[in-house]
């Protein structure tokens, strides 16, 4: 049986203030790049198996440490921006700095975590990538494909400037810098089946 992926959903465009209104009052989450509701819901087996490994795996690591790892109900705001999203995967190091009035969203994750499909890797790849990379906490985004052995890390240098490093061998593991952990990939991507 095919499973298939969620199709990004458009809204008219709106500000802010009115999108956090909106938003906290839709029972589907709606992400907000630079004044643009795009909805997003349901994934695939492979996304969700690769997400539940890596919050078991960081989350059983980040334990009693100053870190947290959060899944994808937590809202990120890019304010530079005044954009939102909702990462798979948030890492938050040190003091959580909650954005806005309520303590449903944080404007300073260290790293984010996107999981890639094919109906929404361009969104994830290209757009959200521009916006993450605004964020001044920011140190690590982590694109990993849902259909192959293929992680994109893009990590900030201490010069500010962004490297990227492709992780294509399923013999390999990924190091997530920021919280010095290393995980292999047969872990990341244990009982999907491509």
Not at 22 to 50: C, D, T
Request: with cysteine; aromatic share 10%.
């Amino acid at each position: 049986m095919e499973v298939k992926e969620p199709v990004l959903k458009y809204y008219p465009q709106m500000s802010a203030d009115e999108y956090l209104d909106w938003e906290r009052m839709q029972e589907y989450k709606n992400e907000f790049p630079s004044g643009e509701i795009v909805a997003v819901s349901g994934a695939s087996i492979s996304h969700n198996l690769i997400n539940s490994n890596l919050l078991a795996e960081t989350g059983i690591f980040l334990k009693g440490k100053s870190c947290k790892i959060f899944g994808s109900d937590l809202r990120a705001e890019v304010s530079a921006k005044e954009s939102y999203f909702y990462p798979d995967i948030t890492i938050v190091c040190g003091e959580l700095k909650i954005a806005g009035d309520k303590d449903d969203m944080i404007n300073n994750p260290a790293v984010i975590i996107e999981i890639l499909s094919p109906s929404t890797e361009k969104y994830d790849a290209k757009r959200k990538k521009f916006f993450y990379m605004q964020m001044h906490s920011l140190q690590e985004y982590i694109m990993i494909d849902s259909t192959n052995v293929l992680i994109d890390l893009v990590r900030r240098k201490k010069d500010n400037t962004w490297e990227n490093e492709l992780i294509i061998n399923k013999d390999s593991s990924l190091t997530i810098q920021t919280i010095n952990l290393t995980i292999p990939l047969s872990e990341i991507y244990r009982d999907v089946k491509f």
